[in-house]
């Protein structure tokens, strides 16, 4: 029954933006996976192991809909999008390696390294990290644009922000950490790259100071409930769905939200802060729908 209000978008809805969107998303990356000279064919072979595995792709659907939230066509920003889950795939390779996470089940396969060998994984990681910036560099115009995009990806993926975050979060434990600690490791090994992907889909479709400050407010709110999410994933979600291990966060004493907080803690803190981001985003209008659903789905997934 109605009540008169409109109804919120929710997991159902993003279902449309992902039918719409994730098969121009596959072929992007299909394509950057074809042999091209001077790769070696086991280097070649791994990237796209990791590249084109069941990924949710949410991060370039960010990109695309952050674009289209600004009134641009969402395929001129899929260099952008492209660079995007490059960036984040070098990222799962590295986290999974034995001297990180040493997990042994990505997307429901085993990982990188686990197939492939350490080394050959290390360098998998290495040679996404460097193509993502050649394909911002080269498949995006102005000048202007790529270089400004290319700025904004190695900020996200640098020393302050995903590999800070990802250093502190090494050394973080459940017992010795607090809340202000682990929002800032959040914020940089999840969130930087998530905001990354919201302001490089606006920066591609033009969009002006204002618009860019609320997609980066978004994509802030968006990316610390996204990893609030992935630990309580890890701490109640189902391997088989996850494609991924649970229980492990706790079994290494992990600094994470649900051993600070508690399970309804966190999730509740989560809702909240996807609330705010749908309505940091509101005055996109129905333009912006895409990015309220996904908002919505990153607290009902179960993957
Ligand atoms: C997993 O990210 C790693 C984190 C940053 C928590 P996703 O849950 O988006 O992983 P895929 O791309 O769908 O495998
Ligand atoms: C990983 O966080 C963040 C990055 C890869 C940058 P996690 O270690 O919690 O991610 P999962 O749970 O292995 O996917
Ligand atoms: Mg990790
Ligand atoms: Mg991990
Ligand atoms: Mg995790």
Same mark, same amino acid.
């Given at each position: 029954?109605?009540?008169?209000? +409109?109804p919120?978008?929710?997991?159902?809805?993003?279902?449309?933006?992902?039918?719409?969107?994730?098969?121009?998303?596959?072929?992007?990356?299909?394509?950057?996976?074809?042999?091209?000279?001077?790769?070696?064919?086991?280097?070649?072979?791994?990237?796209?192991?990791?590249?084109?595995?069941?990924?949710?792709?949410?991060?370039? @659907?960010?990109?695309?809909?952050?674009?289209?939230?600004? !009134? !641009?066509?969402?395929?001129?920003?899929?260099?952008?999008?492209?660079?995007?889950? @490059?960036?984040?795939?070098?990222?799962?390779?590295?986290? %999974?390696?034995?001297? @990180?996470?040493?997990?042994?089940l990505?997307?429901?396969?085993?990982?990188?390294?686990?197939?492939?060998?350490?080394?050959?994984?290390?360098?998998?990681?290495?040679?996404? #990290?460097?193509?993502?910036?050649?394909?911002?560099?080269?498949?995006?115009?102005?000048?202007?644009?790529?270089?400004? &995009?290319?700025?904004? #990806?190695?900020?996200?993926?640098?020393?302050?922000?995903?590999? !800070?975050?990802?250093?502190?979060?090494?050394q973080?434990?459940?017992?010795?950490?607090?809340? %202000?600690?682990?929002? *800032?490791?959040?914020?940089?090994?999840? $969130?930087?790259?998530?905001?990354?992907?919201? &302001?490089? !889909?606006?920066? &591609?479709?033009g969009?002006?100071?204002?618009? /860019?400050?609320?997609?980066?407010?978004y994509?802030?709110?968006?990316?610390? *409930?996204f990893?609030?999410?992935?630990?309580? /994933? %890890?701490?109640?979600?189902?391997?088989?769905?996850?494609?991924?291990?649970?229980?492990?966060?706790?079994?290494? $004493?992990?600094? +994470?939200?649900?051993?600070?907080?508690?399970?309804?803690?966190?999730?509740?803190?989560?809702?909240?802060?996807?609330?705010?981001?749908?309505?940091?985003?509101?005055?996109?209008?129905?333009?912006?729908?895409? /990015?309220?659903? #996904?908002?919505?789905?990153?607290?009902?997934?179960s993957?």
């Amino acid at each position: 029954m109605s009540n008169g209000s +409109t109804p919120l978008p929710s997991a159902a809805a993003f279902g449309d933006y992902v039918r719409r969107f994730q098969p121009l998303i596959e072929s992007a990356l299909q394509s950057a996976c074809q042999p091209s000279e001077g790769c070696p064919e086991t280097l070649r072979q791994a990237m796209e192991y990791v590249l084109l595995a069941p990924g949710k792709r949410l991060r370039p @659907m960010l990109v695309l809909l952050a674009a289209e939230a600004c !009134g !641009g066509e969402p395929t001129t920003a899929m260099p952008a999008a492209l660079a995007v889950e @490059m960036v984040h795939a070098y990222s799962l390779v590295h986290d %999974d390696l034995p001297a @990180m996470d040493d997990d042994d089940l990505r997307r429901g396969r085993p990982t990188c390294h686990k197939v492939f060998g350490e080394a050959v994984a290390i360098l998998a990681g290495d040679a996404l #990290l460097a193509l993502a910036f050649e394909v911002l560099a080269t498949q995006l115009a102005p000048p202007e644009l790529a270089a400004a &995009c290319c700025a904004i #990806l190695a900020e996200a993926a640098g020393p302050r922000r995903l590999v !800070g975050g990802q250093a502190d979060d090494l050394q973080a434990t459940a017992a010795g950490g607090n809340l %202000d600690q682990l929002l *800032a490791i959040h914020e940089r090994k999840t $969130g930087a790259l998530i905001r990354a992907a919201l &302001c490089l !889909g606006g920066r &591609c479709a033009g969009a002006d100071e204002s618009q /860019l400050a609320r997609l980066a407010k978004y994509g802030q709110l968006l990316g610390l *409930a996204f990893q609030i999410t992935d630990d309580l /994933l %890890d701490a109640r979600g189902c391997e088989k769905e996850l494609g991924k291990r649970v229980g492990k966060d706790a079994a290494r $004493g992990k600094l +994470t939200f649900p051993e600070l907080l508690g399970i309804d803690q966190s999730a509740s803190h989560a809702q909240q802060l996807v609330d705010e981001a749908c309505e940091v985003i509101a005055p996109f209008g129905p333009r912006g729908a895409g /990015l309220e659903s #996904l908002a919505r789905f990153v607290l009902q997934r179960s993957r």
